[in-house]
């Protein structure tokens, strides 16, 4: 089973940014398309991708995060990271990895606070 451990998260002012780290355990890392998650407000059980990495490289984002986030990934270290500019505060949320689509047991999450 495939271990995620998400870092990186923290208050920031609105505007500002921050980059989320994921790495992952497991040795077909480079096989796997992978996506950032966050929790939608008010729904603790859910959670929407908000970026999407395939494993070809090629991206795709959220209509509510585009042009503001980037996802990457580091092969050789099995890692993927998503650098998040322009925060608003709804952006304000848990973020998590995972594989996409999700099938691997979530990891602890990092929690992102953009204030005013």
């Known amino acids: 089973q495939v271990q995620l451990v998400e870092s990186g998260g923290g208050l920031v002012q609105a505007g500002g940014s921050l980059r989320l780290s994921c790495a992952a355990s497991?040795?077909?890392?480079?096989?796997?398309?992978m996506a950032w998650y966050r929790r939608p407000p008010g729904l603790e059980n859910k959670r929407e991708s908000v970026?999407?990495?395939?494993?070809?490289?090629?991206?795709s984002y959220a209509i509510s995060v585009k042009g503001r986030f980037n996802i990457a990934r580091d092969n050789a270290k099995n890692t993927v990271y998503l650098e998040m500019n322009s925060l608003k505060l709804e952006d304000t949320s848990v973020y998590y990895c995972?594989?996409?689509?999700?099938?691997?047991?979530w990891g602890q999450g990092t929690q992102v606070t953009v204030s005013s």
């Open positions: 995972n594989n996409y689509p999700q099938t691997f047991s």
């Open positions: 497991g040795s077909f890392f480079s096989d796997m398309h």
């Open positions: 970026a999407l990495i395939m494993k070809d490289g090629s991206t």
